[in-house]
């Protein structure tokens, strides 16, 4: 699996004149052993693509939703070679969905980039988002990353001028991570506005698909961002579901039926 598998399924969704639905949930939630349970849940109930997080200790782009599930992850003993674990179990139970790894960038760094390059290929996956990795000192990892196949998803916000927009967007490969708002993961009442107005900005300075997340948590939001959108990215609204769930099994059918309605949302441009 590699950024061609990426790449052709958010062609195939615009194909279809829909935004794809990219769901993310973290390695080592509710447990190492259930999360490719969970991931499978959210695909079964239509998610296109998918973002496993590497839990960290200090995830500055995370809101409280998802600094819980990391903790309760991490204080379950969760490493690296897990996340690398569930990512194999995912993708050889789904070999035609894309499956990245979003992660804070000490931890690849620490684990070596050419090595975490050539293991998450291995794995099976696609590529990784890196927001906290700044373009100017990405040379080593996009050459990593290219060797094996694998797309490099940098992350932009409300706040990129238009000349930081086009330096990140030259560099990045598979799509382009858009923030919707300033500040952290997690649901919110009102998606923020600024978002189609960044869609826009970035197009103008490439051909990459450009995916908005940050506050969706249900079909009519979705709807929303896939009307100017190529994918809309899920997390905090799942993750949620695990955290209020009575049991794990409540949990999978939970995620599930959020899946089927965010799926079913981005359908509706």
């Known amino acids: 699996m590699t950024n061609a598998l990426l790449t052709e399924t958010l062609a195939a969704a615009k194909a279809e004149n829909r935004a794809a639905l990219i769901s993310y949930l973290p390695a080592g939630f509710p447990s190492i052993e259930g999360a490719?349970?969970?991931?499978?849940?959210?695909?079964?109930?239509?998610?296109?693509?998918?973002?496993?997080?590497?839990?960290?200790s200090d995830p500055v782009l995370d809101g409280p939703t998802i600094q819980t599930?990391?903790?309760?992850?991490?204080?379950?003993?969760?490493?690296?070679?897990?996340?690398?674990?569930?990512?194999?179990?995912?993708?050889?139970?789904?070999?035609?969905?894309?499956?990245?790894?979003m992660t804070y960038w000490n931890p690849?760094?620490?684990?070596?980039?050419?090595?975490?390059?050539?293991?998450?290929?291995?794995?099976?996956?696609?590529?990784?988002?890196?927001?906290?990795?700044?373009?100017?000192?990405?040379?080593?990892?996009?050459?990593a990353a290219a060797a094996h196949g694998l797309a490099?998803?940098?992350?932009?916000?409300?706040?990129?001028?238009?000349?930081?927009?086009?330096?990140?967007t030259a560099k990045g490969?598979?799509?382009?991570?858009?923030?919707?708002?300033?500040?952290v993961t997690g649901t919110r009442a009102q998606v923020g506005s600024m978002a189609e107005d960044l869609v826009a900005r970035t197009r103008a300075t490439t051909d990459l698909p450009v995916c908005v997340g940050l506050g969706v948590s249900n079909a009519e939001q979705a709807a929303e961002v896939a009307a100017f959108a190529d994918g809309v990215i899920v997390g905090s609204?799942?993750?949620?579901?695990?955290?209020?769930?009575?049991?794990?099994?409540?949990?999978?059918?939970?995620?599930?039926?959020?899946?089927?309605?965010?799926?079913?949302?981005?359908?509706?441009?």
């Open 108 to 143: 690849v760094d620490r684990y070596g980039q050419a090595r975490f390059a050539a293991d998450l290929a291995a794995a099976g996956g696609a590529g990784c988002i890196l927001p906290d990795l700044p373009v100017e000192e990405s040379a080593e990892w996009l050459e």
């Open 237 to 269: 609204a799942f993750v949620q579901r695990i955290l209020d769930a009575l049991s794990e099994e409540a949990a999978l059918a939970s995620v599930r039926e959020l899946a089927a309605e965010l799926a079913q949302g981005v359908r509706k441009r």
């Open 69 to 101: 599930a990391d903790d309760i992850a991490l204080r379950a003993g969760i490493r690296t070679k897990d996340v690398l674990a569930t990512v194999r179990e995912v993708t050889a139970a789904n070999p035609t969905v894309p499956v990245l790894v």
């Open 152 to 168: 490099t998803v940098f992350v932009v916000a409300p706040s990129s001028q238009d000349h930081r927009l086009a330096q990140i």
């Open 173 to 183: 490969t598979g799509f382009v991570y858009a923030a919707a708002v300033m500040g």
């Open 36 to 56: 490719a349970q969970a991931v499978q849940a959210v695909i079964d109930g239509g998610a296109d693509i998918v973002e496993i997080g590497l839990p960290h």
